[in-house]
């Protein structure tokens, strides 16, 4: 598509609760980025596929915290057992590849998906 | 350790007057990119202007510039005849070239561009 298109834009679910948030890079970029955002705070780093590997999920806090990205297109990250300090905004991002690094090589984000843990 | 830092949480600057947001690094790879993104209210981040490690010339893209300062770990944005457009949450970034692949942001700095 002409840009990250991610969806829900918003979810409210209850503490405990199971929550998928998807994620549709623009095409042909085959890295891809999954960031959380706090309230007033910058966007921190969660994990990095390159194609349908996850190349680095050093960020992703804990193991309630999964993304997959089978084909190497499209992104799910996971949420089981949420809790209220799961409460976020998640970017998603994509770039042409992860290599170089050069200003033709930028991160294009997506509007992010909001999500509200009761 | 922090490695973007942004001392600036918000900013005015007068609708046509330049304005300049700071932003200090702290890396010890030799080869690194800094960004600037833009995050209007309604969420997205917007790529603005891009300096990479190397390079000799201080990066412009139209009414931004950046002020990299090399041993000083700086590089500012100076965003030049502001427009009420302007106002917004900006972010610094780096992305250290031998140390993976994930961009670092700030915590960013809030600009309200008055009239």
């Known amino acids: 598509g002409a840009g990250v298109s991610q969806t829900p834009s918003n979810k409210v679910t209850e503490k405990g609760k199971y929550v998928e948030l998807r994620c549709d890079p623009i095409?042909?970029?085959?890295?891809l980025y999954w960031y959380r955002q706090s309230l007033g705070q910058g966007p921190e780093f969660l994990i990095y596929f390159q194609g349908t590997g996850a190349a680095d999920d050093s960020g992703l806090p804990n193991d309630r915290f999964f993304a997959v990205r089978p084909e190497g297109s499209v992104s799910t990250l996971k949420i089981q057992r949420t809790e209220r300090g799961d409460s976020a905004v998640y970017l998603c991002a994509s770039s042409l590849s992860s290599g170089a690094l050069s200003g033709a090589n930028v991160l294009t984000f997506g509007a992010g998906s909001r999500l509200t843990v009761l | 350790a922090q490695k973007i830092t942004q001392t600036q949480p918000g900013m005015f600057v007068q609708e046509k007057e330049a304005v300049t947001l700071d932003c200090t690094y702290d890396t010890s790879d030799p080869s690194y990119g800094l960004f600037w993104y833009k995050q209007p209210s309604s969420g997205e981040m917007i790529f603005l202007i891009y300096q990479g490690s190397y390079d000799q010339q201080n990066a412009t893209e139209g009414r931004y510039s950046l002020n990299f300062q090399k041993a000083r770990k700086s590089a500012n944005l100076v965003i030049s005849a502001s427009q009420l457009g302007d106002s917004a949450m900006y972010f610094c970034a780096m992305r250290e070239g031998n140390s993976g692949y994930a961009l670092n942001f700030g915590k960013g700095t809030s600009l309200l561009v008055t009239p």
């Open positions: 095409s042909g970029h085959t890295a």
